[in-house]
């Protein structure tokens, strides 16, 4: 059995058991919801693959596999194996290249509309829609995370397939370039937050913390504004608007 045939085999419409392309397989494998599909030319232009060559073994063979270039037949179990894990890679760390180029980005835009990478957990960011991000741009440091854009912090996925899957995949990036790319999908954040009580009445060393908390809030505030920086209060929090000349440009393709 190779690694292909173990996982998720890609159903076609026409409902044979056939895996047809790669990437569809690849995209349809349970616990790689994250990724969205690299368009063939962005995998197939040399450029885009610059440093990666010494990070993957065999990329010409790993790049024919993904577009569907070369027949797995005619390798052995072992080779075909290999092939395919490197494949993987390949596709990982070109897709965490791709996601903070213009065409990626609203790629991304597509599946975090539809909440691809889920909600946070918190209860006063009322189900906002989270973006993956990677802790280290280097493999092997650490597992995706998510980022949620109202609270500002940060989420380990809640299936265990997806923590498995390498947060370089991802890059450290993508969340910051993604709001500058979306301004409007930057959210109010948050004013109101959790204080524990006993029998209804505040925790004495408690109501301290969180009053100094909402002093260092309202300090920041202040700096913000007096560095030119608008702060927007809304029903649902406040939002910080950058000039538009200060906001660095986003990559052009
Ligand atoms: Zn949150």
């Not at 060559?53 to 075909?80: C, F, N, P, R």
């Not at 946070?120 to 092997?140: E, F, I, T």
Request: glycine share 6%; charged share 25%.
């Amino acid at each position: 059995m190779t690694g292909r045939q173990e996982e998720e085999v890609y159903t076609s419409d026409s409902g044979s058991q056939f895996t047809e392309y790669w990437v569809d397989w690849f995209l349809g494998t349970k616990g790689n919801e994250y990724f969205c599909d690299i368009d063939e030319e962005y995998i197939t232009d040399k450029f885009n693959l610059t440093g990666l060559y010494s990070e993957v073994d065999g990329v010409h063979l790993a790049i024919d596999l993904i577009t569907d270039e070369l027949k797995v037949d005619e390798l052995t179990e072992e080779q075909t194996e290999q092939l395919e894990s490197n494949a993987r890679l390949l596709y990982g760390l070109i897709h965490a290249r791709y996601i903070i180029t213009t065409r990626g980005l609203q790629k991304m835009m597509d599946k975090y509309k539809k909440a691809d990478f889920g909600y946070c957990s918190r209860v006063y960011c009322q189900l906002q829609h989270l973006l993956p991000v990677g802790l280290s741009d280097h493999m092997g440091v650490a597992s995706v995370k998510l980022y949620c854009p109202k609270c500002e912090d940060l989420y380990n996925p809640k299936s265990s397939r997806h923590s498995l899957i390498d947060g370089a995949f991802f890059g450290t990036t993508f969340p910051g370039m993604f709001l500058q790319a979306y301004p409007q999908l930057v959210p109010a954040h948050p004013t109101d937050r959790y204080v524990p009580k006993v029998f209804g009445f505040h925790l004495h060393e408690y109501a301290k913390l969180a009053r100094w908390q909402e002093l260092q809030r309202l300090k920041l505030e202040k700096r913000l504004i007096d560095n030119g920086m608008k702060t927007l209060n809304t029903p649902n929090g406040y939002i910080y608007q950058e000039e538009e000349s200060k906001r660095p440009q986003t990559e052009k393709e």
